[in-house]
């Protein structure tokens, strides 16, 4: 048998018996590094333009949004 399917045995026989107070640290850990990461990126709108055109009782409207996403640096 290869390593690989050796070791994967093992973290799947390793999380079969996990205790519930490892479950609920994971759960713990998992929903703070969720709230600790930004959503969106920093967003900077730099133009906008919006056209309307009417045809036959149809109206077509097209906006344009032009914007610059700052990334900020990755802390983990």
Known sequence: ???????SREQQAHAAQ???ARCIGEAIGIMWKAVRTPV?????????????????GVTLRR???????LKTPHNS
């Open 1 to 7: 048998m290869s390593d690989a399917a050796n070791n």
């Open 18 to 20: 996990a205790s519930i």
């Open 40 to 56: 969106n990126p920093a967003v900077v709108e730099v133009h906008r333009h919006s056209e309307t055109l009417q045809h036959n």
């Open 63 to 69: 906006t344009t949004i032009d914007e610059v996403v």
